[in-house]
């Protein structure tokens, strides 16, 4: 999956605020309640899950 936890907002992509989005290859962005009450967005792609607060997908950043 072409997923990327970044730490930083890259300049040079867009920045999309979201609660979750499916996309096209099936795979699945959504928020979650981490430790501590912590909001984070859950990255599935059908075979393993990431967290963390954004990511890169294609060209775009998505935070939550």
């Given at each position: ?9 890259q ?22 309640q ?31």
């Amino acid at each position: 999956m072409p997923d990327q936890k970044v730490s930083d907002h890259q300049a040079d992509k867009p920045m999309v605020h979201t609660g979750g989005q499916v996309f096209a290859d099936g795979s699945v962005l959504e928020l979650i309640q981490g430790p501590n009450r912590k909001v984070n967005l859950l990255s599935w792609d059908g075979k393993s899950a990431k967290t963390a607060g954004q990511f890169v997908r294609a060209d775009i950043y998505l935070s939550r």
